[in-house]
């Protein structure tokens, strides 16, 4: 198999990113004294992370870099997105159906030699290719770090409040206290995957201010969470760095996933579907995969 990491040691490394340990004003301070050009917003941030481990010279090297700006938009919109609410069918036009083909055609040494290892039907990945990023088009506008280090700092209502739909500018307090909480739980879950960015970013020897992300902070072609890329990351080429922008790590991941939760030959639909929620919770986003999969399929 061409795993990654060992168990244990990502165990460890998921353990280490899952801390959220919250420095007092002075702490940080000391913490970051003689590290000029972090933004302020990120500074309570950037000492936390040194308080969890992470070195001191890293840290400001990290946030100091002009590339690292704070989006109040980011986590406004992680509040409001609605995965089931999307329009999925724009998958299904023919165009893309053929580029899909085109890709898989193009790639088929890479397809063939995973699908053999994970039993993972080619259509099946190009399909997920297709609908997370189609195929390598869109990548994400914004660095992962900037969109995960804005959620992650992003955990008081007054301070997004402007930025949400007017939905969620007259609410009851009852229904403010749920959205604070949200806000919170969306916050330290976002402190947890920028640790893991760094991580990921440390052990392949990849510049975490060239890594683009989606909105919420998910990468490369298979659209990974960065501690799904620690925990299921392939090193497929064997260049010795997993590398989720490149087709033959990312195609791998992928199916690594998708085997680790359950996918087997001959599931019925019901079950594939399934398993693919697990890539995304959303039911119509895992029959769309499953139909462009049989698009792909009959050409």
Known sequence: MNKSLPILFVSVLISL??????????????????CKGIDPVFRQLAGSLIE????????????????VKFNPRVMPRKIAHREASLHYDVFLEKKRIERARKYLESKRDIFASVEKEYGIPKEVKVAILLVE???????GSDLALNNLASMAVASDFNKIRAYLPDSYKKLSKRERKRIQRKLEAKSKWAYSELKSLIIYSNLNGLDIHKIKGSIFGAIGLCQFMPSNALKFGVDFNKDGKVDLFDPADAVAS???????????????EKVQIRVIKHYNHST????????????????
Do not use: H
Not at 133 to 139: E, F, S, V
């Open 254 to 268: 992928m199916a690594n996933y998708l085997q680790f939760y359950g996918w087997k030959s001959d599931l019925c």
């Open 133 to 139: 990023t189609d195929l390598g088009r869109y990548l």
């Open 52 to 67: 969890d481990g992470f070195q001191a010279s890293e840290v400001c090297l990290i946030f100091s870099n002009p590339a």
């Open 284 to 299: 119509p986003y895992a029959r769309t995969v499953l139909k462009v999969a049989e698009k792909v399929r009959q050409i």
């Open 17 to 34: 990113a899952m801390s959220t340990t919250l420095l007092a004003a002075d702490s940080v301070n000391d913490s970051l004294s003689g």
